[in-house]
């Protein structure tokens, strides 16, 4: 018997699939590929003054922020939106604006050399951008070659080498993920269509140096009107700790989660919603247990437990950075700090 | 009456005989074959990794899609979004190889969404670092001869979710595939519409095949074994649809006495090792002219949520009592659309048969089992917890050598605990008569 089971150990040793490494593998490139019918260089679209990587907007390019961004493995990001000339958007108050056919969002993403002199020398990855259509919205990306002189259309995406000096000094570097076309719908979705997320009334309505963002957006023909902006809501810059935690959480769990999870969004099978309107704590994940999280449970029995943000399966996925577990599923490679503890506190908090 | 020390002694045995039996098994098979077939054995591992995504981008409504026969490794998730009337098909499931064991980015292996009768078939997906093959929001979907599996030999909560895992979709067609090593359920039909199941494999998953919060399912001709459960059919709360009338029937489930691997905190970490069929909250559903064999925990078990939580709440309790903290009960009564009651369920023609004298005693639900039932794990269970408004209408008939048919009545500490009750006869209590 014993010698059978050697036998048997060998015969698996011996047969056993060895996987290397990816860098030994010989890239096939399959036959019948097809042109797409995009501008192949980012300059091409006219929205930049030369040279195209000072990101200085032409006439009728205007720039915007929201409250509570998207983590992208530390990127920052530039906003820009173009209308077609005396089209501006309807205003929504509740989802995105109502963008006109030919409106573009730009969003630049780029690492500045040190996070302490963020308008000083830069990396720009690369440039996003999502194109009004006359029945839908097209995503598309451009990957910034490495002199900075130009940005190149690209359907299957890239990794990229990114390092910066962080606020504390210390160098930082990441393997950078540019998502393929499809991959930006895995967020830009509602009802299986593509749409964008940022340009909601709660995201841009914010004091700016000079007034209120709306207002100005109005100013600049990228709105027809808005009301006034103290009597709509507005998600909280989550960076800013005179806001309380409730408000900061919500914000950025808006910002980072709900796209997805939300009624019309691709993580309506979990059952968990986190749009800053919820309310009902089986929605947020208060004593709900996961659905189809697989090992993503990470051995809890909740979404949320009050109180207890080491058994909550909600922080547990935010600080993983395994692919099978991490939340997002896409768009980061490494851990939010700052996300993920103003969330530790939330729950901690919680009553 | 029996000292415990004897009854791990016999549980041992039996497993150690089970083992030895495969292992002599496996041993001939090795040596007759040996490292056969040489391809595998020695693939040269490739990438088509760009094209084959930007292929999935670029395909027009109405396009085949060919995945040539080879051994191919990706960094990241593939994704096809938004296509109609779209065929993917491989060169078959022994020549063509998806593997994603190096992935880097992307939860599953390959992600569908939003599309309409789309065809996939005839490819080996395997290690994906969530589920191997996740289709999402599809009507009409077909999966047909795919081999989806994880290659570690020793299953774990390492290995992904699911195999093959068509979630809020309609019409769906899976048949010919395989699943192999899941962590959750191997072919796992989600929230979906109108779903075939059929002549299927499924093992060494925690759950071999489970229909979960699906409607109008048939599931035959499969078989499972070797799985912690061979069959579930759930009904879970808080999400977008609740399950009923499903079919099953002509499937073989047998020797689903695998140690649950499953992620704790996942509902089928919940399910005993040596599950054959468990029933779950669910509604409308016959069984019949199924195979259960060797499945040694229990043939078929028939329970509510209530359970479940209940089960899952005395852990929480535990953890909860160490930390100081005040318990949280599992919210799903909130879900005020929500039946955690099984009900109209009918079991009739099946044939039962177990070797084992023992239930699996990793779980307490196992354990229930041997204090209940000793020497006889039953072949079909049914916790007794009612739904407050109704008849069950929990049936039985012409179930050939279900000999134990125990109510547990777990909702009154099993005081009316009853082996072979009466009252469950189909021609008397069931809506569903044959």
């Known amino acids: 018997m014993r010698l059978l089971f050697l036998l048997t150990l060998l015969m698996i040793a011996g047969c056993s699939v060895k996987t290397p490494e990816p860098e030994a593998i010989e890239e096939i490139v399959l036959a019948g590929g097809k042109a797409s019918k995009w501008p192949e260089k980012l300059s091409s679209f006219g929205f930049f003054q030369k040279p195209l990587q000072a990101l200085r907007p032409e006439k009728g390019v205007v720039a915007y922020q929201i409250n509570a961004p998207l983590f992208s493995d530390y990127a920052f990001k530039k906003r820009f939106v173009k209308v077609p000339t005396n089209e501006p958007a309807t205003f929504n108050e509740r989802e995105t604006m109502d963008f006109k056919e030919g409106t573009i969002l730009i969003k630049n993403f780029y690492y500045p050399a040190d996070f302490r002199k963020p308008e000083g020398k830069r990396r720009i990855i690369e440039t996003r951008l999502l194109v009004r259509e006359a029945s839908q919205w097209e995503a598309l990306t451009y990957l910034w070659t490495e002199d900075q002189e130009e940005a190149y259309f690209t359907s299957s995406g890239a990794t990229v080498k990114a390092t910066w ?14 998502p393929n076309q499809n991959q930006c719908k895995s967020c830009h979705q509602q009802k299986g269509k593509l749409v964008p997320i940022g340009p909601t009334a709660r995201q841009l309505n914010m004091t700016e140096e000079g007034g209120q963002q709306l207002l100005r957006l109005v100013n600049q023909g990228v709105l027809d009107s808005v009301p006034n902006p103290e009597t709509i809501p507005a998600l909280a810059n989550y960076h800013n700790l005179t806001e309380s935690t409730e408000r900061r ?24 919603h986190l749009m800053a309107e919820v309310h009902k704590p089986l929605a947020l994940g208060i004593g709900k247990a996961p659905v189809a999280a697989g090992k993503g449970s990470g051995g809890l029995q909740y979404d949320v437990l009050p109180g207890r943000p080491e058994s909550s399966i909600l922080l547990y996925r935010i600080l993983s950075t395994d692919p099978g577990v991490m939340m997002p599923e896409l768009g980061r490679t490494i851990v939010d700090r700052e996300g993920a503890a103003l969330i530790e506190q939330w729950i901690r908090e919680m009553r | 009456m029996l000292p415990i020390q004897n009854l791990h002694r016999n549980k041992t045995m039996a497993i150690f005989n089970l083992a030895m039996r495969l292992l002599l098994g496996f041993s001939v098979v090795s040596i007759l074959w040996s490292c056969q077939p040489e391809r595998e054995a020695q693939p040269v591992w490739k990438s088509i990794e760009s094209s084959l995504q930007e292929r999935f981008i670029q395909a027009s409504d109405g396009d085949t899609i060919l995945i040539p026969a080879g051994h191919f490794l990706f960094t990241r998730g593939l994704s096809i979004d938004g296509k109609n009337n779209l065929v993917l098909i491989g060169a078959g499931e022994d020549s063509t190889f998806l593997s994603f064991k190096n992935q880097k980015e992307g939860a599953q292996g390959l992600l569908i969404t939003n599309g309409k009768n789309i065809i996939v078939s005839g490819f080996t997906i395997e290690d994906a670092k969530g589920d191997n093959l996740k289709v999402s929001d599809v009507d009409g979907l077909t999966l047909r001869n795919i081999r989806s599996r994880w290659t570690a030999e020793v299953p774990s909560a390492a290995n992904g979710a699911y195999a093959l895992y068509p979630v809020l979709c309609k019409r769906v067609l899976i048949e010919y595939c395989e699943a192999i090593g899941s962590s959750d359920a191997g072919i796992y039909v989600g929230q979906s519409d109108s ?13 071999g095949i489970e229909s979960e919060n699906s409607k109008w399912v048939e599931i035959y001709g499969n078989e499972a074994w070797m799985n912690s459960g061979g069959l579930l059919v759930f009904d879970l709360p808080g999400l977008t649809q609740y399950g009923h009338h499903t079919k099953i029937f002509k499937n073989i489930i047998r020797d689903n006495n695998h140690e649950n691997f499953a992620m704790p905190g996942n509902v089928v970490a ?58 949280v009960e599992n919210n799903y009564k909130l879900d ?13 023609n099946n044939r039962y048969s177990n070797e084992f004298w023992f239930p699996s005693l990793s779980n307490d639900i196992g354990f229930l089992f041997l204090l209940k039932s000793f020497l006889s794990p039953p072949d079909i269970a049914y916790d007794g917890i009612k739904p407050p408004d109704r008849n069950p209408e929990i049936c039985l008939s012409n179930n050939q050598g279900a000999e134990n048919f125990l109510l547990l009545d777990a909702a009154h500490d099993f005081e009316g605990f009853a082996k072979n009750p009466t009252g469950f006869d189909c021609s008397v209590v069931s809506s569903l008569k044959p």
Request: aromatic content about 6%.
């Open chain 2, 270 to 327: 919940s399910i005993p090792p040596g599950t054959g069929v468990m029933i779950l909250a669910t509604h409308d559903l016959e069984m019949f002219d199924n195979d259960l064999i060797n499945n040694r925990t229990v043939g078929t078990g028939i329970i509510s949520y209530e359970l479940v939580a209940a089960l899952n709440e005395t852990e929480e309790v535990q953890s909860d009592a160490e930390g100081g903290i005040r318990t």
């Open chain 1, 249 to 272: 959480a919500r914000a950025w769990l808006e910002g980072n989660c709900a796209h997805c999870h939300r009624p019309e969004g691709p993580g309506k099978t979990s059952g968990l």
């Open chain 2, 195 to 207: 779903v075939i199941i059929r002549n299927n494999k499924a093992w060494n998953n925690v759950a």
């Open chain 1, 165 to 178: 000096i962080d606020d504390s000094g210390l160098k930082q570097s990441v393997d950078y993920l540019v």
């Open chain 2, 336 to 348: 005020s659309l929500y039946n955690p009651y099984p009900y109209r369920i009918a079991l009739r």
